[in-house]
Structure formats: structure tokens, C-alpha cells
């Protein structure tokens, strides 16, 4: 609490406590969501398995308007990577040594993750598990990497992107807005790989609304200071008054309405087992819809969430749960893993059928059970998140550790890409593939080198 209390008293005036709040919340809504809807079931070995409960609830696919949260973690994400570039320049660096410092806090606490998921696999191999079983376990725990591909995708783009934003704005995503809506034309008409492309043109055009943003607040801050880029700023500031947050919000709820009810995408923003489309994989027209009505929204509340943050209760609530956010994103699903085999260990494991009375009765101590594992998971493996330590800009530059820098995020995002496209069942001995995890892991190593000061005469 000390340490919190201290943290808060330092924080900046200039910091946006509203995108760390954000941040929290989202991550915070991803995992209650992901928890709520499963349904946790026996195949026909008798073995425990789990699906999404959502088909079975219709009723709810309008919900996941709002609970379908990663734009707001992009957005978010735009405008902390942006803050975070340029206060890095200010200091005197470069972007390579940006994305060297950058990956450190993204890096570390996946790479804990996936190395236990690997021991632990390896070891019930040993002791004769199945390896098809050993995947479908691992692959379970591994679901929240998907996002993680997309992310280590788009934000080492940042100093590109934010470069074409300071000359074009918020042209720029519109752009992107109209390259989704050729994706989506393949995946109507065909040929759906047309579509490929929006894994990255969607979440990259969010991430480019939290450059506008960041913008925004520094024109707001610079009003009254005589401050010489306060034109270049309006011309790429996103409008963030309450009247322009209603329209956003009323233009996103008109968009999703004829786009769902009218057009040909599927009324969730989750997947639903056996609809047509998946909005989010890749993002569609209608999740960028419903980013535009969360933008709205959050424009809308702003101001009082402001005021909120600046007790010191809330602001170190806030504080304490980002300094672990994507520890609890990462092993949330672990902990249900977890949970699972303890039970059925036990023999008490509880299968109700999904949206029945039994089921819903079952979610209040199933949550509970939950929260209770993952704060033991938080505890262990949350310090190496929290304690990420930041480095000074380097001095150097050059082609070599720039291509070296390149190499390091390539690595990941192979690995957790090969990870995310292997079947549930596929006979893997580590629950990993093994190609993955030495891509991984070689890329993971060569950016911890780079952190070290390894290659800065390149």
C-alpha cells in the first residue's frame, strides 16, 4: 500500500488516468466475460472440455456491444504508445530503441507463461499423458494469445504509423475502415482470402483513433501556453467534446443496427459457433461499428471519470491493477484449467448444461473459485511484470540493431502464431508446437539481449 500510495503522489498532472482505467476495465471485462459464458462439459472418454455458452443465449449477443473490449484496449494502446514514443524522443532516442524498451513489458510475462505451460506438459508426458490431451489443455490456457498476435503486430508499427498520422490524421483510419470493407466483400462474395488482411487493417485503424487522442489531450493541455504546434495538433486531434462523443456513439449504434439487422454480420461481436461470419476474426465493418459506439461512450464519460481518478483510492485501485493487467489477461484461463482439474481430481466437478437453471446457479461460486486461483497466479507471477524495469534511451542507432530489433518481434509473433493455428488435438508432446516455441523463444532472447546494451554499435 506504501508503495502504491507513493506511486499515486508521483504521477504526473499530464497523464491520462482515464486510458489506465480503460485498460483495467477492459482486461477486467475480458476475463469475467471469458469465465461467465463457459460451459464446462465431458467428451467421450469422460474427460472435462469446454465451449462458449453464447449460442445458447441469443438473447445476449446485443450485450457483447459493450463487452466485446479489445478496441477499447487498442485504442488504449494507441494512445499509451504514442505518450510512450514520443517522451522517449523528448529524452533523446530513437524508435529502434523504443521498440527494444517497448517489448520488455509485453515480452517477460508471455514468456513465463508459455515456459511453465511447456514444463508442465512436459512432465505429464513423462508420466504417460496423452499428447493429444496435453495440446487440448494447453490450447485451452493459450486462447488469450490470439490477441497478443495482433498486438505485437501493430504496436511495434507505432513509430510508422504515428509518423503517417502527424501528416495525414485521422485519414488514415478512415482508410483503413474502407481496406475492411474490401475484406469484407471476400469473405461475402469471395474470395475470402481478401480478408486476411484485416486481422491488421482493423486493430491497426483503433490503434490510430488512440493516436488522434493523444493528440487531442495535448491540444488540450497546450490551450493557453502559447504552444507553436497547436495548429499541426487540431488538424489531428480526434473531437473529444460531449456533443461529438453523442454523434459517435449514435452513428455507431445506427451502423451496427442496419449492419446486423439489415446487412450480413452476425449480431455478436464474439464468435457463435455456426453463424456465417465471426466479427472478430478478422474484425469486421460491425466490430468497428461497435468501436466507433464504444468511442462515443467513453468520450461521454470522460469528464466525471476524471474527477473520479483524481482520489487517491480509486487512482491506486487503478494503479495496482495495471501494474499486473496482462499477468491476469495472460493466465486467466489457466486458473479455469486449473480449477477444472482440481475438481474433476475430486470428483466434484460440477457440468450443468449451458443457460440452464443449474448453470446459472453455478456461476456466482464458479467465479468465486476463479478469482480465488488466479490471485495465487498474480501473486507468483506478477512481480515479473510489475517489475519491469524502464531503460534509458540508448545513444546509438544503426541498420544492424535495427534489423536485430525486427528479427526479435518476428520471433513471437511466428511462434504465437503457429500456436493459434494448430489444432486443439494435434499430438504435442509440450502442448506447444515445437517450432513455435523455438521461434518464440529465440526471438524473446534476442530482445532481452538487445535490452542488455547487446548490439548498440550496430
Do not use: C
Not at 21 to 37: C, D
Not at 193 to 205: I, Q, S
Not at 342 to 360: C, F, H, K, S
Not at 422 to 450: C, F, M
Request: aromatic share 8%; hydrophobic share 55%; no cysteine.
Amino acid at each position: 500500500m506504501r508503495r502504491l500510495r507513493q506511486l499515486a503522489e508521483r504521477t504526473p498532472p499530464s497523464r491520462e488516468r482515464y486510458a489506465d482505467l480503460l485498460r483495467a476495465l477492459a482486461i477486467t471485462l475480458v476475463v469475467l466475460g471469458h469465465w461467465i459464458i463457459s460451459v464446462i462439459g465431458r467428451d467421450q472418454a469422460g474427460h472435462p472440455t469446454g465451449h462458449s455458452a453464447l449460442g445458447d443465449l441469443p438473447w445476449a449477443w446485443p450485450l457483447t456491444w459493450g463487452v466485446q473490449v479489445m478496441p477499447v484496449f487498442f485504442l488504449v494502446g494507441g494512445y499509451a504508445n504514442a505518450a510512450a514514443l514520443t517522451s522517449w524522443r523528448s529524452r533523446g532516442g530513437d524508435a529502434t530503441g523504443w521498440l527494444i524498451d517497448r517489448s520488455s513489458r509485453l515480452i517477460r510475462p508471455t514468456t513465463a507463461l508459455l515456459v511453465v505451460l511447456a514444463a508442465g506438459a512436459a512432465v505429464a508426458r513423462l508420466r504417460g499423458a496423452d499428447a493429444a490431451e496435453i495440446r487440448t489443455v494447453v490450447w485451452f490456457a493459450t486462447i488469450p494469445l490470439w490477441f497478443l498476435v495482433a498486438y505485437l503486430v501493430v504496436a511495434p508499427l507505432t513509430p510508422v504509423m504515428y509518423a503517417l498520422h502527424r501528416r495525414a490524421g485521422l485519414v488514415v483510419p478512415l482508410v483503413l475502415v474502407g481496406l475492411v470493407a474490401l475484406g469484407d466483400l471476400g469473405r461475402i462474395l469471395g474470395p475470402d482470402r481478401l480478408a486476411t488482411g484485416n486481422y491488421l487493417f482493423g486493430w491497426l485503424a483503433v490503434h490510430q483513433l488512440g493516436f488522434a487522442w493523444y493528440d487531442a489531450r495535448r491540444a488540450s493541455q497546450a490551450s493557453g501556453q502559447g504552444d507553436s504546434d497547436r495548429p499541426g495538433l487540431r488538424r489531428r486531434r480526434l473531437p473529444t467534446s460531449r456533443p461529438a462523443g453523442a454523434v459517435l456513439l449514435l452513428v455507431g449504434l445506427v451502423a451496427l443496427v442496419l449492419l446486423t439487422r439489415v446487412g450480413p454480420y452476425p449480431v455478436a461481436m464474439l464468435n457463435v459457433p455456426g453463424e456465417r461470419l465471426d466479427n472478430t476474426a478478422p474484425p469486421s465493418l460491425a466490430l468497428l461499428a461497435a468501436a466507433t459506439a464504444q468511442l462515443g461512450l467513453i468520450l461521454l464519460l470522460q469528464n466525471p471519470a476524471r474527477r473520479w481518478l483524481h482520489r487517491r483510492g480509486p487512482w491506486q485501485a487503478v494503479i495496482a491493477v495495471n501494474a499486473v493487467v496482462l499477468t491476469v489477461f495472460l493466465w486467466h484461463l489457466t486458473a479455469a484449467v486449473l480449477l477444472v482439474g482440481l475438481l474433476d481430481a475430486l470428483g466434484v466437478l460440477p457440468t450443468p448444461q449451458g443457460a440452464t437453471a443449474a448453470w446459472w446457479a453455478w456461476r456466482v461460486p464458479w467465479l468465486l473459485a476463479l478469482a480465488v486461483v488466479l490471485a495465487a497466479l498474480v501473486a507468483v507471477f506478477g512481480p515479473i511484470e510489475a517489475r519491469t524495469r524502464r531503460h534509458a534511451p540508448a545513444s546509438t542507432a544503426g541498420p544492424v540493431r535495427t534489423a536485430l530489433v525486427a528479427i526479435g518481434y518476428a520471433g513471437p509473433v511466428a511462434g504465437l502464431l503457429m500456436n493459434s493455428l494448430t489444432g486443439k488435438t494435434a499430438p504435442e508432446p509440450l502442448g506447444l508446437p515445437a517450432p513455435a516455441l523455438v521461434a518464440y523463444l529465440a526471438g524473446a532472447g534476442v530482445l532481452r539481449l538487445l535490452r542488455s546494451g547487446w548490439g548498440n554499435r550496430g
